[in-house]
């Protein structure tokens, strides 16, 4: 069974710095991996979708890798700004197995940054 | 193009009452799930489909039922409501399973059974 784990639960910084959220999963057989932004209250806003061909992505101010065979997955932000404020999720689309088909979720980091 | 859909946005149920929560998708595509989240976690897996007529459960099944009788609509059925039931609920779809098809979520309903 897939399972996939965020580290740190929550991160505090001053606007700014740069900063990076890992995610771990113990299941290699992927289709993708998906980083996603969560404002409270609200649904799911994808950020970066990595093929699990790929090795990373980047959109603007966010940079995601992705090591398939250690399992592993990291989200960085440069310049961390006030609005990037939220709860961030990782999310692996399992291609074997009994999570073929099927996102896992880890249970989100928790941003915040303040001015 | 909406995408995803949800409705109602908000709903509060007595203990034993049932309800449907609504899901479409404009987007012609042939996979849609349905995930809770509780708070403070991330999302479980309740019910899937690959296609029009196929459905299939997730990770916490109990208590939900699922129906998909088009590509764009997948409708999650509660029947005699429970407090565990009480969360966030969000469908999502996606065109496959190949790598660059990542998944389109709506905007959630949110739950509470008293």
């Known amino acids: 069974k897939q399972e996939v784990t965020q580290i740190p639960a929550a991160l505090s910084v001053p606007e700014g710095e740069n900063l990076v959220l890992n995610c771990s999963f113990t299941?290699?057989?992927?289709?993708?991996l998906q980083w996603f932004r969560q404002d409270p209250g609200k649904g799911l806003t994808s950020l970066l979708l990595i093929q699990s061909s790929q090795r990373e992505q980047t959109s603007g101010r966010l940079n995601a890798s992705l090591d398939k065979s250690s399992g592993r997955s990291t989200l960085y932000i440069a310049a961390s700004q006030p609005g990037d404020s939220a709860t961030y999720l990782c999310a692996v689309m399992g291609a074997g197995g009994t999570s073929y088909g099927k996102l896992t979720f880890g249970q989100g980091t928790i941003l915040t940054v303040h001015p | 193009n909406a995408g995803v859909t949800q409705t109602p946005k908000f709903r509060i149920l007595k203990i034993g009452q049932s309800m449907t929560l609504q899901c479409a998708q404009d987007?012609?595509?042939?996979?849609m799930y349905w995930y809770r989240q509780d708070p403070g976690m991330g999302l479980k897996l309740i019910y899937y489909?690959?296609?029009?007529?196929?459905?299939d459960k997730g990770e916490v099944p109990n208590g939900y039922n699922v129906s998909r009788s088009t590509t764009e609509d997948f409708p999650l059925r509660l029947e005699l409501a429970a407090p565990s039931q009480t969360s966030v609920y969000f469908c999502a779809s996606s065109r496959g399973l190949a790598g660059y098809n990542e998944q389109f979520f709506g905007p959630g309903t949110r739950l509470t059974v008293l």
């Open positions: 489909s690959v296609g029009a007529g196929i459905t």
């Open positions: 299941d290699s057989a992927i289709y993708n």
């Open positions: 987007m012609n595509h042939n996979y």
